[in-house]
């Protein structure tokens, strides 16, 4: 696998500091940030002296129910190659549920949401990946995610999840330590167990990040200082393999150009003291038999990727290139049939926990009622805080009004179609109820939702709204 070295998370606000930091080998960009034909300039310039830049997806839902949307595929593909990355990555997660397999409405998280370690979620996830590779002109590594729940009557490890996805798929891995972290305080999952059982020798690449833990539960922030613990688990992990690259993330607070170089140099202490030969601390337990017959699974070589036998997926080299073509039609139709119930109940399971936490319907069955009520808060309140970075006028507009406003609002209304559609949807709420209860105040925010509307009228839903709205500017 290519060596990156260490790495940190570009974002705009430190663009100026990431250039000079002093041995950053490698920038990681959220990929949904860009855009290909107008990249930001100091970003341009880290390209043109050198430096790796990787695309990190955080739409694409590999583990929901339904298949990648082919759009949001192209658009990945099209921003690694515009980056010229060596990889693309995303996430273990489900972002969205509900819709044609459920016959319900969709709903969007707006967040990374876990997937029960079941057969059911490690056959679609398995499919999804495969189509992703197909999609991508690059490999793809897929991360394991941070947790404030956990499924009932999961079937496997997250170790044993993810080594029997690499098994299958020959998908690379990039293990972040500190929501091995995070699941450890939070699920009681401890992060040794979970590397024993990994393929190490999948790792692509490592994630650092900070956090902070209120009343018991570990909140994976991306906003605080990375912590002690969380570098013992990247010292754990290096003490089984050298990974080859590890990142520093960093999305929030963004502190002072020096404290971020303090934490790369704690990194690199950490990579440098580990042992010179990997070590494995605990053989872990045996992979499971390949099952004949089993459309879904493919034979692995030694190093994990899947083998030239394997009949549903593309040939992996020793680099994570696919070099096959992409496996025949009624193959893959075979492997969609087969997987049809398992993601029919998928589905179905996912459209339900959603729903309580976005919508507040009763909790699903086996779920930690407490945990689930945190979660969904967390979800509004990242929804509030994301609302207001992508329209700042409306926090300019309701003042103290905008956060307690926006909470109720989410409180029982999902969101359907990404940030900047919810904005126009909460504002939709306010002037259909009235509100701001202020004249002024709701005619500056009639007239915000007026600019952004566009000449098509809006559905039925809205006519209270563009009454609302009628009469309030017609008082200009």
Known sequence: MEHLGTGIGWRPEIADGVAELPGVDWVEVVAENICPGHLPP????????????VPHGVSLGLGG?????????????????????????????????????????????????????????????CENIRIAQDALPVPLAVENIAALIAWPDEEMTEGRFLAELVERTGVRLLIDVANLHTNQVNRNEDPATALDELPVEAIAYVHVAGGIERDGVWHDTHAHPVTRPVLDVLAELCARTTPPG?????????PPTGELAA??????????????????RGSGPAPEPV????????????????SAAAPATATATATGQNTAAAPPLATADALATANAPARQRLAVAQAALLSALVAGTPAPEGF?????LVQSRALADKRASVVAKVAPELPGILGADYRPGFLGYARHRPMKGGYRQDAMDFAVHLLADNRPTDPDARQQLTQWWRDRSGPKPPGRPANRLVRAARLALGRR
């Open 42 to 53: 100091a970003l341009r310039a880290l390209r043109e002296r050198g430096t790796t830049v």
């Open 65 to 125: 129910a339904e298949r990648p949307d082919p759009a949001r595929l192209a658009a990945l593909a099209e921003r690694a190659e515009a980056l010229g990355a060596p990889l693309v990555t995303e996430h273990i997660a489900f972002v969205r549920a509900g819709g044609p397999l459920t016959a319900s409405p969709a709903m969007e998280a707006g967040h990374l949401l876990p997937v029960p370690r079941t057969r059911d979620a490690l056959d679609v996830l």
């Open 246 to 254: 590890v990142l520093l993330e960093r999305d929030e607070n963004f």
């Open 263 to 280: 934490e790369l140099d704690m990194i690199r202490a950490v990579v440098r003291e580990a042992p010179a030969v990997p070590v494995r």
């Open 291 to 306: 099952r004949e017959g089993d459309p879904a699974t493919a034979p692995a070589t030694a190093t994990g990727q899947a």
């Open 368 to 372: 930690d009622r407490r945990r689930l």
